[in-house]
């Protein structure tokens, strides 16, 4: 029966400890990387609700400003309108007033 040496044993137990170090770290990565793999799937799922969020938030932001355009535009023509009928008042008081080189003259 062969008999090891102190010295070798000494390197075996370090050679083995040195690869259970190694195997160690490579779980240790695996782990980091499957952590990571999973912060980065929650990213993705909170930009793809923040899209949605922002085409939301788009779409009502155009509907108001729809909403204010719509209210511009009925005060304008509120305000077209009440000038055409004044104008047409006008022009009626005008068509009943005789010409004025038809004027009766001053006695």
Same mark, same amino acid.
Request: net charge positive.
């Given at each position: 029966m062969p008999f090891f040496s102190k010295?070798?044993?000494a390197e075996a137990a370090?050679? #083995?400890?040195?690869? #259970?170090q190694v195997l160690e770290h490579i779980k240790e990565v695996q782990a980091g990387q499957k952590e990571l793999a999973d912060s980065m799937a929650v990213l993705g799922d909170r930009i793809r609700a923040i899209e949605t969020e922002l085409r939301a938030l788009k779409a009502e932001t155009l509907l108001e400003a729809v909403k204010q355009t719509q209210n511009m535009v009925n005060s304008v023509q509120g305000g077209l309108n009440q000038r055409i009928q004044d104008l047409a008042v006008q022009v009626d008081r005008l068509w009943d007033q005789p010409p004025p080189d038809q004027l009766p003259k001053p006695k």
């Open positions: 010295q070798k044993i370090k050679e #083995l400890a040195d690869r #259970l």
